[in-house]
């Protein structure tokens, strides 16, 4: 019976694409395993130099096909990094580009030169910091605690504002990191009333401007209109990282630089710190002066939202040992890179403190879609951007400033992700194919079984299944109710993987099978084949369990529920 209604899902949620010709529904995460070797793999390393050429157009034409940058004024460093190929400590990644604009030359303050040692401040990225280090401080079990339970301030001070029922004890953590909060966006920052501009007096009657101490600032800060009823929709909120910070200094008894100098000493972060550096040798400083261009502009007890100096290779060296779960536990990464709300855009989520692209061909519901988990912003004269695509264990910086005004960076991270995505989707591609496609065979039952080459769709086919004199892809089929010649079957990779005691590595697969030629749903093609992975089962093993064994270049596969061990053969 049980089996019965997961096949009817099966059949019935499982639709085409809108054309008559299939498109497979792919469960979300890498279509292929992740590609290594990187620094070597010459796909990777075409996509790379087109990446070069792409950019080299873009600086000395400020113009490209991507839109237009002012490149006499605009300087910038990038680095693409990997945690799937050992670290290089001193130079951790896999591509750098620095491109010092002429104006670098003329400036009188900083480095007019510009290598991946170069100082920037990072502005927003800072949040992800500070999210990282609660994790790693504190971890995911205060995320449901409300804010009030370490800042009780919050609600008895006589400030308190209960517009619309806002409440503070309804502010979580969680809500916090998560864009949430619903809490006001700044405290005593970018007030219009500490600037000359002619808005009318409005008897400013409260000292509400500029003011960073504590005990004064949760007081004042529930006098605050809220913006929204925490949990409903993501507002960005510089306050809501204070308030964070805070808590974890409350959770842990210790001041948040001293955690944050704890987590950037352990992993070899020399150049970054929360606060203004010990020293200016080679920082990039544009602008008339510190305070023009944002270098030395004090956020006070915002500094956990937005007030970070680093470089890209101290950058590249965090998102290495995010993305390789150092200091954190791998379940708590795991949880940590996935969305928590939606937008009112469909390609972006939000997250902790993430604002996640959602990459895809195009928009249509049938299509594979790289999570891409960003975080970007200005701050003075600064710009920066910086990501982590999980799919292939890779991440970009790119930090920049300007002489003008802080420069846009979507030109710069839509060319890095146009060339480097493809690039490594090809990259992983290729070394499936060449890993896994062929012919397997096992003696003992005359059992024989082919992988595909990959056809330019997610995941790898599996066209011919025998055992003995039986058709097992007919069976299947029979069982599935599709008929044989329309059934597809295609293996994606999970992330169950381990290394054997032979120093090769297991990792197991999971099929999908669709029927290529089900009917189309109506103007509204869904994609929900994980509602069906691991239904069939044949004696307590799942049918559509596929184990992988590579050692010493040879590929061999066992499927459980079938007692099979067989060898590829070509
Ligand atoms: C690099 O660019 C060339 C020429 O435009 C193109 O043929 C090639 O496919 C590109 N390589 C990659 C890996 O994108
Ligand atoms: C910039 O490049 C685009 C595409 O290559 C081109 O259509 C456009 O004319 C160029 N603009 C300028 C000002 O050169
Ligand atoms: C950039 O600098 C070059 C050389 O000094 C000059 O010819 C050009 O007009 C400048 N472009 C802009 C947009 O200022
Ligand atoms: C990732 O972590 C593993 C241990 O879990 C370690 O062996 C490996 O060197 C690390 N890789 C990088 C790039 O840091
Ligand atoms: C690290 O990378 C640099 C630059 O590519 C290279 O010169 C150096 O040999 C590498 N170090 C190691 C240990 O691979
Ligand atoms: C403020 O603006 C007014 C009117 O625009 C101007 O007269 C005044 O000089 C400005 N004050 C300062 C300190 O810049
Ligand atoms: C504003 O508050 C600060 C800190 O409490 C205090 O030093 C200052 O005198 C106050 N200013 C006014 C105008 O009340
Ligand atoms: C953190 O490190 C900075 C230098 O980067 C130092 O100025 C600051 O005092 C340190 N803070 C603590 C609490 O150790
Ligand atoms: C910085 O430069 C600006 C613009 O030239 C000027 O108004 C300001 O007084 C300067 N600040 C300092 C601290 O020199
Ligand atoms: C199966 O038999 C062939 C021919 O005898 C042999 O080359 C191959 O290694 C055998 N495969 C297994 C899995 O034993
Ligand atoms: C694969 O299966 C098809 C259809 O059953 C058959 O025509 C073909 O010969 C098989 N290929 C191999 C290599 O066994
Ligand atoms: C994996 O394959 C190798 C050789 O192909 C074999 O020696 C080893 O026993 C296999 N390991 C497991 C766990 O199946």
Same mark, same amino acid.
């Given at each position: 019976?049980?089996?019965?209604?997961?096949?009817?899902?099966?059949?019935?949620?499982?639709?085409?694409?809108?054309?008559?010709?299939?498109?497979?529904?792919?469960?979300?995460?890498?279509?292929?395993?992740?590609?290594?070797?990187?620094?070597?793999?010459?796909?990777?390393?075409?996509?790379?130099?087109?990446?070069?050429?792409?950019?080299?157009?873009?600086?000395?034409?400020?113009?490209?096909?991507?839109?237009?940058?002012?490149?006499?004024?605009?300087?910038?460093?990038?680095?693409?990094?990997?945690?799937?190929?050992?670290?290089?400590?001193?130079?951790?990644?896999?591509?750098?580009?620095?491109?010092?604009?002429?104006?670098?030359?003329?400036?009188?303050?900083?480095?007019?030169?510009?290598?991946?040692?170069?100082?920037?401040?990072?502005?927003?990225?800072?949040?992800?910091?500070?999210?990282?280090?609660?994790?790693?401080?504190?971890?995911?079990?205060?995320?449901?605690?409300?804010?009030?339970?370490?800042?009780?301030?919050?609600?008895?001070?006589?400030?308190?504002?209960?517009?619309?029922?806002?409440?503070?004890?309804?502010?979580?953590?969680?809500?916090?990191?998560?864009?949430?909060? *619903?809490?006001? #966006?700044?405290?005593?920052?970018?007030? &219009? $009333? !500490? %600037? /000359?501009?002619?808005? =009318?007096? +409005?008897?400013?009657?409260?000292?509400?401007?500029?003011?960073?101490?504590?005990?004064?600032?949760?007081?004042?800060?529930?006098?605050?209109?809220?913006?929204?009823?925490?949990?409903?929709?993501?507002?960005?909120?510089?306050?809501?990282?204070?308030?964070?910070?805070?808590?974890?200094?409350?959770?842990?008894?210790?001041?948040?630089?001293?955690?944050?100098?704890?987590?950037?000493?352990?992993? *070899?972060?020399? #150049?970054?710190?929360?606060?203004?550096? &010990? $020293? !200016? %040798? /080679?920082?990039?400083? =544009?602008? +008339?002066?510190?305070?023009?261009?944002?270098?030395?502009?004090?956020?006070?007890?915002?500094?956990?939202?937005?007030?970070?100096?680093?470089?890209?290779?101290?950058?590249?060296?965090?998102?290495?040992?995010?993305?390789?779960?150092?200091?954190?536990?791998?379940?708590?990464?795991?949880?940590?890179?996935?969305?928590?709300?939606?937008?009112?855009?469909?390609?972006?989520?939000?997250?902790?403190?993430?604002?996640?692209?959602?990459?895809?061909?195009?928009?249509?519901?049938?299509?594979?879609?790289?999570?891409?988990?960003?975080?970007?912003?200005?701050?003075?004269?600064?710009?920066?951007?910086?990501?982590?695509?999980?799919?292939?264990?890779?991440?970009?910086?790119?930090?920049?400033?300007?002489?003008?005004?802080?420069?846009?960076?979507?030109?710069?991270?839509?060319?890095?992700?146009?060339?480097?995505?493809?690039?490594?989707?090809?990259?992983?591609?290729?070394?499936?194919?060449?890993?896994?496609?062929?012919?397997?065979?096992?003696?003992?039952?005359?059992?024989?079984?082919?992988?595909?080459?990959?056809?330019?769709?997610?995941?790898?086919?599996?066209?011919?299944?025998?055992?003995?004199?039986?058709?097992?892809?007919?069976?299947?089929?029979?069982?599935?109710?599709?008929?044989?010649?329309?059934?597809?079957?295609?293996?994606?990779?999970?992330?169950?993987?381990?290394?054997?005691?032979?120093?090769?590595?297991?990792?197991?697969?999971?099929?999908?099978?669709?029927?290529?030629?089900?009917?189309?749903?109506?103007?509204?093609?869904?994609?929900?084949?994980?509602?069906?992975?691991?239904?069939?089962?044949?004696?307590?093993?799942?049918?559509?369990?596929?184990?992988?064994?590579?050692?010493?270049?040879?590929?061999?596969?066992?499927?459980?529920?079938?007692?099979?061990?067989?060898?590829?053969?070509?």
């Amino acid at each position: 019976m049980l089996l019965q209604i997961s096949f009817i899902l099966l059949l019935s949620l499982v639709p085409t694409s809108r054309s008559q010709s299939f498109q497979p529904c792919p469960i979300l995460g890498p279509r292929f395993p992740l590609p290594t070797g990187l620094a070597s793999d010459s796909i990777v390393q075409s996509a790379l130099k087109n990446a070069t050429a792409t950019l080299d157009e873009l600086v000395s034409t400020s113009n490209s096909t991507y839109g237009t940058i002012s490149s006499n004024t605009t300087s910038f460093s990038i680095g693409l990094f990997t945690s799937n190929d050992p670290l290089n400590f001193s130079h951790p990644f896999f591509y750098e580009y620095n491109y010092a604009a002429p104006a670098l030359s003329k400036t009188k303050l900083g480095t007019s030169k510009l290598n991946s040692e170069t100082l920037f401040r990072i502005g927003t990225v800072t949040e992800v910091f500070t999210v990282w280090v609660f994790l790693i401080e504190a971890g995911e079990a205060y995320w449901i605690d409300p804010i009030t339970k370490y800042i009780p301030e919050l609600v008895e001070g006589n400030g308190q504002i209960a517009f619309g029922h806002f409440s503070w004890e309804d502010v979580t953590l969680g809500d916090l990191a998560r864009h949430l909060s *619903g809490v006001p #966006r700044d405290y005593g920052i970018a007030d &219009l $009333s !500490t %600037r /000359n501009f002619s808005l =009318p007096n +409005a008897l400013v009657i409260a000292n509400r401007s500029g003011c960073l101490q504590p005990t004064y600032f949760f007081r004042d800060l529930s006098g605050r209109y809220p913006i929204y009823l925490p949990g409903t929709t993501p507002i960005m909120s510089n306050t809501a990282f204070q308030l964070l910070a805070y808590a974890l200094e409350g959770i842990k008894q210790q001041p948040y630089d001293a955690m944050f100098n704890k987590t950037a000493t352990s992993i *070899g972060l020399s #150049r970054s710190s929360l606060r203004y550096p &010990l $020293s !200016t %040798r /080679n920082a990039i400083i =544009p602008g +008339a002066n510190e305070s023009v261009s944002g270098w030395s502009t004090d956020f006070g007890g915002e500094d956990p939202a937005i007030a970070m100096y680093s470089t890209i290779t101290d950058i590249s060296r965090a998102g290495i040992a995010m993305l390789n779960s150092t200091l954190i536990s791998s379940a708590m990464t795991r949880r940590w890179l996935k969305p928590t709300a939606h937008t009112s855009n469909l390609v972006n989520d939000a997250g902790r403190p993430w604002i996640i692209y959602k990459s895809t061909k195009d928009q249509s519901p049938i299509n594979p879609v790289i999570d891409i988990y960003t975080s970007y912003g200005s701050v003075g004269l600064y710009s920066s951007y910086f990501g982590l695509v999980p799919d292939y264990n890779v991440g970009f910086v790119i930090l920049a400033a300007d002489e003008a005004s802080a420069p846009d960076l979507n030109v710069h991270v839509d060319i890095v992700a146009d060339m480097l995505l493809p690039g490594l989707e090809k990259a992983a591609i290729s070394q499936a194919g060449s890993i896994y496609s062929g012919e397997y065979r096992s003696n003992q039952t005359a059992a024989s079984l082919i992988i595909e080459k990959p056809d330019g769709m997610p995941g790898l086919s599996l066209s011919n299944f025998t055992m003995g004199s039986k058709d097992i892809r007919k069976e299947l089929a029979t069982v599935a109710g599709i008929s044989p010649s329309a059934l597809s079957i295609r293996l994606y990779p999970t992330d169950l993987i381990e290394r054997t005691t032979s120093g090769g590595t297991k990792i197991a697969f999971r099929a999908v099978f669709q029927d290529e030629s089900a009917a189309i749903d109506a103007g509204t093609p869904t994609c929900i084949t994980w509602l069906s992975v691991g239904a069939l089962s044949y004696y307590g093993k799942p049918l559509d369990l596929f184990i992988f064994n590579l050692s010493e270049g040879q590929t061999s596969l066992e499927i459980p529920a079938f007692n099979l061990d067989m060898i590829k053969e070509r």
